[in-house]
């Protein structure tokens, strides 16, 4: 008897140890991330493995494939905005996904594993081998498409969804400018507001003047060349992803009534009361149902992501510096796994 309580003891004192990470083995499955645990230049960011997240009843596990780039990324990392973006470190970057659900909380409903899905984690977290998701935050990845190209997707054309279909409700006959036009955002507004019947102006430096074409544009502007105003008169709709100059410059190109979308620029009263114009600040959100329809049109050929890299994890400081840029072509994407076989 006293034999066995002994065995007991030890046993409960061999658990005990485990869990807490004794002999190296941990009861907290490990994953491989991009971290960092400062704010900062991309310099700051490291490789490492840490405790895979845990799906919260409202959430699932995704295993990410791949994972998009933004110029949120950077700043996101420089911590200017962790107030107003909830973010706190230490930070894994990373608000674009495509993966494959692991497992879900006890109240998901809309997904199970083994889907294959797409999104956008509100506060982040895909450059990692695992990230947790609410169910509205993302969809059924486009069947067209590999996990790559689907990374592609979530922000940019949300944000182009949001601002065009949603806020501007922009539709045949009318005429959009659309500024920067070949970058993650800028190039999926091409092909929407095509979608819509639209007449599409774009501008793009000379590098990219190939693939403002190839998306639709009716017109393509060389903005290294050329002064966007000489060309474009009398628009219902302005896309301003650029801010500074070319906000302050786009106004007198608009229509009594237009409508200018500001990405990353607060538009002057003053300017839009003389032009008699109204402005609409774009704040993109997940949203699983414009992820659906954006998914649905991309199957039936309607829109494409623009990949111009896929870059391993390890290049990931090299991908935030691309991003810092503000001269990206469509979109720089992680690969995080390899993509699975069928
Ligand atoms: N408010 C929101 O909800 C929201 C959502 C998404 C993105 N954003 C912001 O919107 C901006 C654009 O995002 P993105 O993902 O499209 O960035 P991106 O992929 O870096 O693309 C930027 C594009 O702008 C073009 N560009 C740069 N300077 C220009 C100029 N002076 N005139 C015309 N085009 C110019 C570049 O073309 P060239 O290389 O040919 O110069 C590039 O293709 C970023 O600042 C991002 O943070 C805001």
Redesign the pocket.
């Given at each position: 008897m006293e034999k066995s309580f002994h065995v007991i003891r030890i046993l409960t004192l061999f658990a005990i140890l485990c869990a807490n990470g004794a002999f190296g083995i941990s009861e907290k499955p490990m994953m491989k991330a991009v971290v960092a645990h400062e704010y900062g230049a991309p310099e700051v960011l490291k490789i490492e493995a840490v405790t895979r997240p845990e799906p919260k009843d409202d959430e699932a596990l995704v295993r990410v494939i791949a994972s998009g780039v933004?110029?949120?990324d950077p700043?996101t990392l420089g911590g200017k905005f962790a107030k107003e973006w909830g973010t706190h470190l230490p930070l894994i970057p990373g608000y674009e996904i495509a993966g494959i659900v692991e497992r879900t909380g006890a109240n998901v409903t809309s997904l199970k594993a083994g889907d294959a899905v797409y999104g956008y984690p509100t506060f982040g977290g895909g450059w990692a081998e695992y990230v947790t998701v609410k169910e509205w935050e993302v969809a059924p990845k486009p069947k067209s498409l590999s996990f790559a190209e689907a990374a592609a997707v979530p922000?940019?054309a949300?944000?182009a969804w949001?601002a065009l279909v949603d806020v501007a409700r922009l539709h045949e006959g009318q005429t959009i400018l659309i500024?920067?036009?070949?970058?993650?955002?800028?190039?999926f507004a091409i092909q929407i507001a095509k979608m819509r019947g639209a007449r599409v102006i774009a501008?793009?430096?000379?590098?990219?003047q190939d693939l403002l074409k190839q998306l639709g544009a009716d017109v393509a502007i060389d903005?290294?060349k050329q002064k966007?105003e000489e060309i474009a008169k009398d628009v219902d709709c302005v896309l301003d992803?650029?801010?500074?100059?070319?906000l302050a410059r786009s106004y007198a190109v608009m229509k009594k009534g237009g409508i200018i979308l500001?990405?990353?620029a607060r538009p002057d009263p003053e300017e839009l009361e003389k032009h008699e114009i109204r402005a609409e600040?774009?704040?993109?959100?997940p949203n699983a149902k414009d992820l659906s329809e954006i998914g649905q049109l991309i199957d039936a050929g309607k829109i494409k992501p623009i990949v111009t890299q896929i870059r391993p994890l390890s290049e990931a400081i090299a991908a935030e510096q691309q991003?810092e840029?503000?001269?990206?072509?469509?979109?720089v994407v992680l690969r995080i796994a390899d993509e699975p076989k069928n």
């Amino acid at each position: 008897m006293e034999k066995s309580f002994h065995v007991i003891r030890i046993l409960t004192l061999f658990a005990i140890l485990c869990a807490n990470g004794a002999f190296g083995i941990s009861e907290k499955p490990m994953m491989k991330a991009v971290v960092a645990h400062e704010y900062g230049a991309p310099e700051v960011l490291k490789i490492e493995a840490v405790t895979r997240p845990e799906p919260k009843d409202d959430e699932a596990l995704v295993r990410v494939i791949a994972s998009g780039v933004n110029p949120a990324d950077p700043l996101t990392l420089g911590g200017k905005f962790a107030k107003e973006w909830g973010t706190h470190l230490p930070l894994i970057p990373g608000y674009e996904i495509a993966g494959i659900v692991e497992r879900t909380g006890a109240n998901v409903t809309s997904l199970k594993a083994g889907d294959a899905v797409y999104g956008y984690p509100t506060f982040g977290g895909g450059w990692a081998e695992y990230v947790t998701v609410k169910e509205w935050e993302v969809a059924p990845k486009p069947k067209s498409l590999s996990f790559a190209e689907a990374a592609a997707v979530p922000m940019g054309a949300l944000t182009a969804w949001q601002a065009l279909v949603d806020v501007a409700r922009l539709h045949e006959g009318q005429t959009i400018l659309i500024h920067g036009g070949s970058g993650g955002v800028g190039s999926f507004a091409i092909q929407i507001a095509k979608m819509r019947g639209a007449r599409v102006i774009a501008t793009a430096s000379t590098a990219n003047q190939d693939l403002l074409k190839q998306l639709g544009a009716d017109v393509a502007i060389d903005y290294t060349k050329q002064k966007f105003e000489e060309i474009a008169k009398d628009v219902d709709c302005v896309l301003d992803p650029v801010g500074k100059d070319t906000l302050a410059r786009s106004y007198a190109v608009m229509k009594k009534g237009g409508i200018i979308l500001t990405l990353v620029a607060r538009p002057d009263p003053e300017e839009l009361e003389k032009h008699e114009i109204r402005a609409e600040g774009i704040w993109v959100k997940p949203n699983a149902k414009d992820l659906s329809e954006i998914g649905q049109l991309i199957d039936a050929g309607k829109i494409k992501p623009i990949v111009t890299q896929i870059r391993p994890l390890s290049e990931a400081i090299a991908a935030e510096q691309q991003a810092e840029t503000h001269h990206t072509r469509g979109k720089v994407v992680l690969r995080i796994a390899d993509e699975p076989k069928n």
